[in-house]
């Protein structure tokens, strides 16, 4: 029974070390594009579903992401309106910047 116990207590002691360590880790990856005729689609991986913060300033769109972006990733969207894109960390969080050509239009969650 005294054994039982202690590995018991140690199955729970590696627990509570690994969970919190798997939550840190969480984080925004993998940038994608999608172009259309009608639209630019610009997708995010993240582990769960975040609410985001967009401004427009000027010819420049930003979200702010909620998470951690561990490193700056450009992507090359092939449509005329988009100079570049890239997401990058800020801060504790991360940010999606993308350069239009043009003012900025319209924003349209999905």
Do not use: C, H
């Not at 172009?35 to 985001?52: F, G, N, S």
């Not at 300033?57 to 449509?79: F, N, Q, W, Y």
Request: aromatic share 6%; proline share 5%; hydrophobic share 50%.
């Amino acid at each position: 029974m005294k054994k039982l116990r202690k590995v018991y207590t140690w199955v729970l002691l590696l627990a509570l070390i690994v969970l919190p360590i798997k939550t840190a880790l969480a984080q925004a990856e993998n940038l994608r594009s999608g172009v259309t005729t009608e639209r630019i689609r610009l997708v995010v991986d993240m582990d769960k579903p975040y609410a985001v913060k967009e401004k427009a300033l000027g010819p420049r769109l930003v979200v702010d992401i909620p998470t951690k972006v561990a490193k700056i990733e450009r992507i090359l969207v092939r449509d005329p309106l988009v100079r570049r894109a890239y997401l990058e960390p800020y801060g504790n969080a991360g940010r999606l910047v993308v350069f239009l050509m043009a003012r900025f239009l319209s924003i349209k969650r999905s």
